[in-house]
């Protein structure tokens, strides 16, 4: 037994393992922690620096800024010049004056200007180190100068996003510890965006105040600090909006302790008044309104889609349009001259080729407000050639506004129709349906689909877009980039669209099913730059190679090319000859709205030319409850509501610019791709001919959907001339004669009628029978009896010089077929049974024919009529 000592010493030493295996967990525990905080910690640093790396990588060098913003010579980043495609040309400058901007020191600005730019664009302009940390949600802010400084010049491609945000502050940081706060504000003031194309204080001062910038006053310098936020509201755009920011701004500065009261109420009332617009227009192409174009808008608009608007205007570049200058030249002068026509004015034609291929217009076609508009692309690049804003009373506006396409979307309608089986010469009828009405308020009847096409008939349209589906119809024409309402309103209606969407849809057609030209809002669309170029001679973009998209197969392009490019197929409405004949092959359509606008759009191989015509004095509503065209009776408020005669309005134009945009080209059409077949066919039901086919044309197929049965428009009937009634088995030989008629259905019956087309009657002639032949008739069964199966056909078949008899049958009251019923017979049968004939599977009305050949060549003949009523 242990000892009271060794208990005690037991203990202890229980006690002293315990405490050191206490020890030893806390040792561990801290041992883990600091083990699990370096490891967090050396995977924060890593990932820092990763995410630092990733922020500055690529990051701009702000060294550039001193070589993109420092005077050369005095002067500043030149002007971004438009250029035609040769590069030879300047069609725009984006500046408000013909000159070179010249560069501003600091030191030379009035005190006023400094201090309202700063209160205006950073008001802690001399507290920050050059970026501030607010704002980082909305990236496309840029509270400092150094920071705009930094995206204008260094980061303006960058997509807006946090990250662009954050090396925006970086570089800002690095511009003023760089740079200094005064070569900033300097820097700013020489390159700031005043509107209108003034970039940097000279030009905004000369501008709007027609002075230097040096003398600009304290209630001058406040506006333009305020014009520099929001250059859309300077003293020509918005002048009360630009006086009552420049007002605001004095009150901050008031506020700021920048100027004290009485400076404050002298600026308020020297603020100036709205001051008239002092540039001049901008060298070039002659351009009409505020300084600006169809041409410059277009080419600003795609460009926007990879750079920011304001950098490309703030300077220093070169963009080479796609624009031919001669032929800009031309298809200006002749729109305008065309627009003075309409509108019954005169301007001198003499120093313009083109007004050589124009035509008259309509005698009455005297419009009170007219306008046109025209554009010309190549459709092999998708490159434009010519761009005419909309044009009235010989004055060219910016303006390319949409407008409803009319039957311009007919042949997508079409299009569908072929794709699912139909051609060129599918049967198509022209017949009333409601109150719809075609452009020349007649119905045309049965025609081949190219026919309907050609000439613009709408109700064969309506009854394809009925067969073959409303959504159908509608994903065609979104192919294409147009847009329609799938109803009998698809003319009037549907959504509009401009010169540009129209051309670009059928250029696909031009370039047998292509879509060439450069992606733009993710779909390939025609362009109007060919590249742009840096002053130092870099290359931002190069888009004159195209990019291409298969958008229809060759084949269904092709019939789509046969039918617009036929010329004597249209001639039912347009006259031969007519103004569409231009000389070459090109391919034509017409559109009309039952409103005040007109389109003509047509195409050879290597041009597409499309003019929009409109009379703003009219209203656009079309006519209400399905009514496309108002009915020939009703007097039109505008020519180009006139359907039929309003489209010859601007095919004039048209003519005009194919023919100059064409006048150094072969005259190429379009050769037939694999796959499509050429045959004759009857005309209009595009079958087979037969013996009964009026008129035989040649017409194409896609392969496999040749026809394989024959007419059956058109058919013989046998007729007493006499009467006029269908011939039976019982007129006289001597007066029945063979017409052909068209067989017209029932639906169209009624228009067949009221149009005086010739009807097969559907009455037969009065049955005479006459005194029997003693030697050759047929005594059973009797007249009109009802049979059955096997019948017994009693007579007799005798007289002198008998030779032989048969028997035969034959369907219906004057049978278009016999079938002999055995052989010929040799003896003679006197009043006995001449034939047995089974007439099991048969039923209705029969004729029998006995024929009796004697040696003399005399025929003679014997017929009764029965009705089969075989179970």
Known sequence: MPTVTEIVHRRRERRADSRRRNDSRVRAGWLGLGYIFSVALAVGIFAF???????TRDLPNVAQLPVLLNPTNGLLLQPTRLTDRSGGVTLFTFAPADGARTYA???????????????????????????????????????????????????????SSLRRALRERLLAAQIQSEYGRNQILEWYLNSANYGHYAFGINAAAQLYFGKAARDLTLSESAMLAAVAQAPSLNPFDAPEAAAQRGEELLGVMKDLGLIDDDEYARAIRAMPSPPAPLRSTPV??????????????????????????????????????????DLQQQSLCVTQI???????????????????????????????????????LDPRTGQILALVGETTRGVESPHMSAHPPGSLLAPFIYLTGFARGLGPASLVWDIPQGDIQNGDGIFHGPMRLRAALANDYLIPAFDVLA?????????????????????????????????????????VFAAQGLRNGQTLDDSIQPSIVLRVDTIEGATWLDWSQPESQSVVTPQLAYLMNHILSDGPARWPSWGNPNVLEIGRPA????????????????????????????????????????????????????????????????????????????????????????????????????????????????EIFL??????QADNLFRGYQINRETGLLATVFTPPELVERRVFMVVPAEARVWAAESGLPVPPETYDAIQVGAPNPNVNISAPALFADVNGIVQIIGTAAGEGFQYYRIQVGQGLNPREWIQIGGDVSAPVTNGLLAEWDTA??????AIQLIVVYGDSRVETAITQVTITNP
């Not at 300084?291 to 963009?319: C, F, K, P, W």
């Not at 294409?480 to 969407?501: H, K, M, Q, R, T």
Request: contains cysteine; negative net charge.
């Open 841 to 846: 599977g048969l039923s209705g009305l029969y």
């Open 467 to 507: 067969q073959m589906g409303a959504q159908n119809a509608i994903n065609t024409a979104r192919s294409f980039g147009l847009d329609l309402i799938a109803d009998s309103a698809f003319v009037s209606d549907s959504p509009p669209a401009s010169l540009l969407d129209v051309a670009g849809a059928y250029s």
């Open 284 to 325: 070039g192409l002659p351009i009409t309104g505020e300084g600006s174009s169809a041409i410059v808008n277009l080419v600003m608009a795609q460009l926007s889609t990879r750079y920011d608007r304001q950098r490309i205007e703030r300077g220093g570049l070169i963009i080479v349009s796609t624009i031919d200058f």
């Open 703 to 708: 392969n496999g959907f040749e026809p394989a």
């Open 49 to 55: 620096a990763f995410a630092y790396a990733d922020l």
């Open 105 to 159: 020191r600091l030191s030379t600005l009035p005190q006023s200007l400094r201090d309202a730019t700063i209160a205006a664009a950073d008001i802690n302009f001399n507290a920050h180190n050059g970026y501030t940390l607010s704002g980082l949600d909305n990236p496309d802010a840029h509270p400092t100068l150094a920071q705009s400084l930094a995206y204008d010049f260094l980061l303006f491609d960058e997509p």
């Open 338 to 376: 065309f627009s003075a026509r309409l509108a019954a004015q005169v301007l001198d034609e003499n120093n313009c080729a083109s007004a050589r291929y124009l035509s008259s217009p309509p005698a009455d076609a005297n419009l009170v407000a007219p306008s046109a508009s025209a554009i010309v």
């Open 587 to 698: 391919a034509v359509k017409s559109g009309w709205t039952g409103g005040p606008d007109a389109w003509t759009v047509g195409y050879t191989p290597s041009r597409v030319v499309a003019v929009w015509v409109g009379d703003s004095s009219t209203p656009l509503n079309p006519p209400q409850g399905g009514e496309v065209n108002p009915p020939p009776q009703a007097e039109a408020s505008s020519p180009l509501q006139g359907g039929a005669r309003g489209v010859r309005v601007p095919a004039a134009l048209w003519s005009a610019l194919m023919q100059t945009a064409s006048a150094s080209l072969a005259p190429d059409g379009w050769s037939a791709p694999v796959g499509i077949t050429e045959m004759d066919v009857c005309d209009p039901s595009g079958l087979l001919p037969t013996n009964d086919c009026p008129t035989i044309v040649r």
